[in-house]
């Protein structure tokens, strides 16, 4: 219900928006939704490294510099903008990116819609973000990436009797190339295509795991593991970069 929720909303309140110098955003605004309410979508773009200062924090996701500190491939939500911004030149595949807007598409109705009855810590909403990506996976694979999935327990089983509390599950490069990892992900057309895929092939497969050897306290575990190994940075790093340049 969750996936649908998040559907609805980002359908009923999204708005196109393009960046401006130091966070400004122009938006086209609809006329069933009222500014305050909207979501604002911002595709950064390459020709927004002409129109963005070069030190404005956005220009990371204008160029994709591969020196950039932001984890590039990845869209981000910042609640003081009512923003997901999604980087130029992001050429991953359209359900990659469909996982990654309703990923941050929880976040943002999680700080606009649930504000102060949202999960915490903030853990807790970015455990929740990923389990939802792993449910919409294991919905579209069927049971060949269940079936799939189980073929994988016992590396994860070992992998995980073996590392202790810093238990972070990496799928054998020997399995990254499986084949039906094309069709029940995606294509691993190039190495960034193939990392990315193996991804979310581990945060499926551990929550299979668990799942599997815990049950109903399967979610518990996975929170344990996202705490361990999938911090992002900051909700509001772009706003903080912002008011430091301003
Ligand atoms: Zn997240």
Known sequence: MKKLAVVIFLRERA?????RPYNGLACVYRPDVAPTETVRIVPVISIDSWLLPHDDYWQNYATLRP???????????IPGDRAIYMPGGWSRPERQRGLKMLHEGLHAYDRLIRKRHMPKPRWRRERNAEYLVVRVLRAIGGQAFTDYLDTLISEVASQYASSGERFCFRLPFS??????????????LSPAFRRDRALEVERCAVAHFYEVRYGAKALAHYGAYVRTNHWEPDDDVGLTSQSVAA
């Open 15 to 19: 708005v196109l928006a393009v960046p």
């Open 67 to 77: 020196s950039s500190k932001v984890p590039v491939g990845a869209a981000t939500f």
């Open 175 to 188: 399995r990254q190339d499986d084949p039906p990892l094309d069709h029940l992900l995606w294509p691993a």
